[in-house]
């Protein structure tokens, strides 16, 4: 299991990846395990500003839909459109192509809230 050193994560099973106040967000290759195949990545959230924990979206697998909460709060800017026609790209590539949203973080102190890979991958069992 990949759980990149370089990135920030969420018990929810988040990754984010933070430069200058823009994050990128998607599932970790443990959630994407998990869920098994994904069949559709809706996120209708798009130019909203959300609170940290709010849900700003959902991943559809084939046995499951599950709700995607924000990490930090912000404004979503940009969503991975690539996703509508192919959103096996999480399954495949969960740190790469398979990024989901772009937040303008609104508040940098919850970075510090924030998991770094070493407490994640006690969350996983790693």
């Given at each position: 299991?990949n759980?990149p050193?370089?990135?920030?994560?969420t018990?929810?099973h988040?990754w984010?990846?933070?430069?200058?106040?823009i994050?990128?967000?998607?599932?970790?290759d443990?959630?994407q395990?998990?869920l098994g195949?994904i069949?559709y990545v809706?996120?209708?959230?798009l130019?909203e500003?959300?609170?940290?924990?709010?849900v700003?979206?959902?991943?559809?697998?084939?046995?499951?839909?599950s709700?995607?909460?924000?990490?930090?709060?912000?404004e979503?800017?940009e969503f991975?459109?690539?996703?509508e026609?192919?959103?096996?790209?999480?399954?495949s590539d969960?740190?790469?192509?398979?990024w989901?949203?772009?937040?303008?973080i609104s508040?940098?102190d919850?970075?510090?809230e924030l998991?770094?890979?070493?407490?994640y991958?006690k969350?996983v069992?790693l």
């Open positions: 299991m759980i050193s370089n990135l920030k994560y018990k929810d988040e984010i990846s933070i430069d200058g106040d994050a990128t967000v998607g599932i970790t443990f959630a395990g998990e195949d069949v809706e996120v209708e959230t130019d500003i959300l609170d940290k924990d709010e700003f979206g959902t991943v559809e697998a084939v046995k499951t839909v709700d995607l909460f924000l990490p930090l709060s912000g979503i800017i991975n459109d690539s996703l026609i192919e959103p096996e790209k999480v399954n969960a740190f790469g192509e398979g989901m949203i772009k937040i303008k508040n940098p919850e970075i510090n998991l770094d890979h070493e407490a991958k969350i069992g």
